[in-house]
T-cell receptor, first 116, second 110 residues
Framework: GESVGLHLPTLSVQEGDNSIINCAYS??????FIWYKQESGKGPQFIID?????DKRQGQRVTVLLNKTVKHLSLQIAATQPGDSAVYFC???????????????FGQGTILTVHP | DTEVTQTPKHLVMGMTNKKSLKCEQH?????MYWYKQKAKKPPELMFV???????INESVPSRFSPECPNSSLLNLHLHALQPEDSALYLC?????????FGPGTRLTVL
């Protein structure tokens, strides 16, 4: 079936470094992609999204890149802080025409650990 | 109000018990979702409600019974669960694409 996967299950960085988390997706019909951050004991928290007609989107300290040619998504976190330590999930969304809801498929997740 | 709330935060139940999980949002979202998340795994979709009607059931066993009493509330009724059903149950809502998640209910089935 269609799936979204991550290349690296864990990532350790020093405080102040830039972090890059990668994700591969396989459903070419997906039209919307989201990165979520999940801290221990909490629900996934929306970080940033990107539509399939874009290749880059920037937020506060975060940038998402989308390469539809190779079906690859990445999340870049600038000046990583200890508070960024969490599990990061990419998710692809497919919303059938005329529906009010999307069907999210999550990647396996990357554990980001930021050392002071 | 820009959050999804879930109650209870923790629930321990026996295999013969009947319990319910509750979810509430006041963002005017017309789509609401239930996900199940096992430890160290991504969330897996269980049910989708759109305009208070069940739109997707991802082949979930009948011991899980969803209910959407109105546009702000979503319940998940539990009956005769198995120990392998122990997990974090997440509720989410959306207007179109962006789904907002609640903090989840940590369920333990003994």
């Amino acid at each position: 079936g269609e799936s979204v996967g991550l290349h690296l299950p864990t990532l350790s960085v020093q405080e102040g470094d830039n972090s890059i988390i990668n994700c591969a997706y396989s459903n070419s019909a997906s039209d919307y992609f989201i990165w979520y951050k999940q801290e221990s004991g909490k629900g996934p928290q929306f970080i940033i999204d990107i539509r399939s007609n874009m290749d880059k989107r920037q937020g506060q300290r975060v940038t998402v890149l989308l390469n539809k040619t190779v079906k690859h998504l990445s999340l870049q976190i600038a000046a990583t802080q200890p508070g960024d330590s969490a599990v990061y999930f990419c998710a692809e969304n497919f919303r059938a025409g005329g529906t009010s809801y999307g069907k999210l498929t999550f990647g396996q997740g990357t554990i980001l650990t930021v050392h002071p | 109000d820009t959050e999804v709330t879930q109650t209870p935060k923790h629930l321990v139940m026996g295999m013969t018990n009947k319990k319910s999980l509750k979810c509430e949002q006041h963002m005017g979202h017309r789509a609401m979702y239930w996900y199940k998340q096992k430890a160290k795994k991504p969330p897996e979709l269980m049910f989708v409600y759109s305009y208070e009607k069940l739109s997707i059931n991802e082949s979930v066993p009948s011991r899980f019974s969803p209910e959407c009493p109105n546009s702000s509330l979503l319940n998940l009724h539990l009956h005769a669960l198995q120990p392998e059903d122990s997990a974090l149950y997440l509720c989410a809502s959306s207007r179109l694409n962006e789904q907002f998640f609640g903090p989840g209910t940590r369920l333990t089935v003994l």
